[in-house]
């Protein structure tokens, strides 16, 4: 496949080029002049439905926008310079790239098919793209946007996990059950740990001790040793008046100082907070129906998560562990990501 | 000193799981006697069943790649008066431990029955018979195919969320429509519905596609359904392929149809593509030209669950295999939204039942608001009080 034909269809019909060095000092200008309170941050959730983005401004927590994307945006993040939103829009077999200026779609990645959740080295240059059809994660070199090349994982790849160092990235495979750990410089399995079914998610701890992969079908988190490959630690969930099968976990924050975990459980309508160090689960917040993902403000103030099917975000202040907020925004909300603009 | 066997066991499978890559060589018994159905594109597909099963093995060898286990299929075939039995006898002989099951009820017991002490494990991937998990129920077999009651209940429990409590009941006149029809009138009674009239159609014979076509269909349908009291919904128990589908848009009365044609309960259906199922939907297409059936799935799940087990336990041996599935570990992730686990009472796999119209997916059952104190999947079907399944005593 020649990835300079791929991407470089869509983007001459868009826009002649991708935001030049020039273009992107002069927004970057353009912002410190308006920027107005530190506080106010831009949340972006991609809604699954409606194929569109909600942009919600988290100082007076309302959508201020909706952005149209392509069909069915999932996974999305901003790229390392908070200048783009990166969505994964997996029945179009592409991740979209959208100027947070002006809210247009600027490019598309060769994702490979199906992309659902991807992630990006610390440099901002690499993006890994897990391919939920094909059984493969995607590696993209992001500033050329060309493909680099896959690796073979399990089977339906979707949780991606990278440590913070950059050199080991985790993948979870839905129907084989297991983290595969893949060494980013030679692009080989290293390891391999079988987890509970259906593992969506992979976070890793700041200082790197931990990572955590949630598992739907199974309802855990498993606590991987990430030197070892061995899983030390499961946390199961127990509602008082829930069934098992409601409680599926799916999304993973864990806050900067690595002492907070928050662990989203799907139809279970809650978000379980952790101790992160005893892995004991602290206490269980009721969000919006089917919580999928979440975000963090970049004050860690905040944690937005995102309700599928009740359509709505809800609000959660760290600090006290209450929900304070829920927002309106557009059908079966899936990803989040929110910028320091 | 059972529980020490087979902790004995246990160890030594895992011991030599983990020395060397281990194989399961699992077994595909099944009839290929052509069946016949009222509707040209149900017709089943020469590889119905056993083309779920090999998919399965390919998302099983992918796990077993990275854990030296590998697993593989053989088809058996039996045509006409061929032994299952027999073929027990020689699978055995090869040193196949499991076999998936793709047989008649009768069939399935005389070859359970001949394995017991060849300790080889069934999965049941096609028979219904609440029969097999009742007072017919074995040791050594596990069912991923829903009974009867499973779907008669998951069907009863929509109509009554849709207040089509009226029901008029046409039951074919075979032995295995009549056993359909005792679900359904169960289901009825359980949750709610009434049974407005109980009519039986007769087959009189004949062949189901003819040059003349469906004229006289067309004037036998509304004169059959006449006369009726008035009802919600025709629920119809047709399970020999005799005139259920002849039946939607042919009633006397402008009524919906349900049971054996129109909305049908299901375990799968190639328009269901909820929970991520659309990515097996895809693989199945890719693999075998051709849209996943009921039985496709069931034959898949009951390898998955092979799958899963061996490489759990790390072992790959059927005792071990079928300790953990009924225990409180096993989980399995199937696109139907929750995880399916075992009735460890009579080894019943529980799952979420699809209502199709043959087009799309209109509802899945369980219904809200049917409870259950240890799993609502356990309001589909017979229960644990309910149960002639004495397999412990056994």
């Known amino acids: ?341 | 000193m059972i529980r020490l066997l087979l902790a004995g066991t246990f160890f030594f499978a895992w011991m030599s799981a983990s020395t060397d890559a281990a194989e399961v060589n699992i077994g595909y018994l099944r009839r290929t006697d052509p069946k016949s159905t009222l509707s040209l594109i149900q017709t089943p597909a020469n590889n119905d069943g056993i083309a779920g099963a090999r998919l399965a093995i390919d998302d099983d060898n992918t796990t077993g790649r990275f854990l030296s286990q590998q697993f593989s299929l053989e088809d058996v075939r039996l045509a006409g008066g061929a032994d299952a039995v027999a073929a027990i006898i020689a699978l055995s002989e090869r040193g196949v431990s499991v076999v998936i099951a793709d047989l008649p009820a009768d069939e399935l017991l005389k070859a359970a029955d001949a394995a017991t002490p060849r300790k080889i494990l069934f999965f049941n991937v096609s028979a219904s018979d609440d029969r097999l998990r009742e007072e017919d129920c074995r040791a050594n077999v596990i069912h991923t195919a829903p009974t009867r009651s499973m779907l008669a209940d998951a069907l009863a429990q929509y109509l009554v969320w849709k207040q089509w409590r009226r029901w008029l009941l046409v039951v074919g006149s075979h032995a295995e429509d009549g056993l359909y029809g005792d679900a359904l009138r169960r289901s009825a009674k359980r949750f709610g519905a009434r049974i407005v009239q109980d009519r039986v159609f007769e087959d009189t014979g004949g062949a189901r596609r003819t040059d003349s076509g469906v004229v006289q269909i067309q004037r036998q349908l509304p004169i059959f359904t006449q006369g009726a009291p008035p009802y919600d919904v025709l629920v119809a128990a047709d399970e020999s392929e005799v005139f259920a589908s002849y039946l939607p848009y042919r009633t006397w009365d402008p009524r919906p149809v349900a049971g054996s044609a129109g909305l049908v309960p299901t375990s799968w259906d190639g328009s269901h593509d909820q929970w991520g199922a659309v990515q097996l939907q895809d693989r199945f297409m890719k693999q075998f030209s051709r849209r996943m059936t009921a039985r496709d799935m069931q034959a898949w799940t009951a390898v998955r669950m092979i799958g899963d087990s061996a490489s759990r336990t790390r072992s790959t041996d059927p005792i071990v295999m079928l300790d953990f599935l009924k225990g409180p570990d096993f989980a399995l992730a199937a696109f139907k939204g929750q995880r399916l686990t075992l009735r460890d009472w009579n080894l019943q796999l529980r799952q979420p039942i699809l209502l199709s119209d043959g087009r799309m997916i209109v509802s899945v059952s369980p219904q809200e608001g049917f409870l259950h104190q240890v799993s609502e999947l356990d309001t589909l079907g017979i229960d644990r009080p309910e149960s002639q399944c004495r397999l412990n005593s056994r």
């Open chain 1, 1 to 341: 496949m020649t990835g300079k034909t791929s991407i470089g269809r869509p983007l001459r019909r868009r826009r002649p080029h991708f935001a030049s060095t020039r273009d992107c000092l002069l927004g970057l200008g353009v912002f410190v002049l308006i920027g107005g309170q530190a506080s106010a941050f831009t949340a972006y959730v991609s809604n699954e439905k409606s194929n569109t983005i909600s942009v919600i401004d988290t100082n007076k927590f309302t959508v201020a926008k909706t952005i149209k994307v392509g069909q069915r945006p999932r996974g999305i993040e901003l790229t390392k310079d908070g200048k783009f939103i990166l969505v994964a829009v997996g029945d179009d077999d592409t991740i979209q790239v959208i100027d947070i200026r002006t809210h247009e779609i600027v490019a598309t990645l060769p994702s490979g098919p199906d992309p659902e959740l991807f992630t990006q080295d610390q440099t901002g240059k690499i993006l890994y793209v897990a391919n939920e059809n094909d059984n493969t994660v995607t590696i993209i070199d992001l500033e050329r946007r060309v493909p680099l090349g896959e690796v073979q994982v399990g089977v339906e790849p979707e949780g991606m996990g990278l440590s913070p160092d950059g050199k080991v990235l985790v993948a979870t495979s839905e129907t084989t059950n297991m983290a595969h750990f893949i060494d980013t410089e030679t692009r080989r399995i290293v390891a391999n740990v079988l987890v509970d079914a259906r593992p969506r998610f992979a976070e890793f701890k700041r200082d790197a001790s931990e990572v955590w992969v949630s598992s739907e079908i199974g309802g855990t988190v498993s606590i991987i040793d990430p030197v070892k490959h061995e899983v030390k630690k499961k946390i199961t969930f127990d509602i008082p008046g829930l069934r098992k099968e409601a409680i599926q976990a799916v999304g993973i924050s864990i806050t900067r100082d690595g002492k907070t975990g928050f662990v989203a459980l799907g139809p279970a309508n809650r978000i379980a907070v952790i101790n992160a160090a005893t892995h004991e689960v602290q206490k269980y917040l009721l969000v919006g129906q089917r919580v999928w993902h979440m975000a963090f403000t970049p004050d860690e103030k905040y944690l937005l998560t995102t309700n599928g099917v009740s359509n709505d975000v809800s609000i959660i202040d760290v600090a006290n562990l209450k929900v304070t907020k829920t927002i309106q925004v557009g059908e079966l909300p899936w990803g989040i990501a929110i910028s320091q603009q």
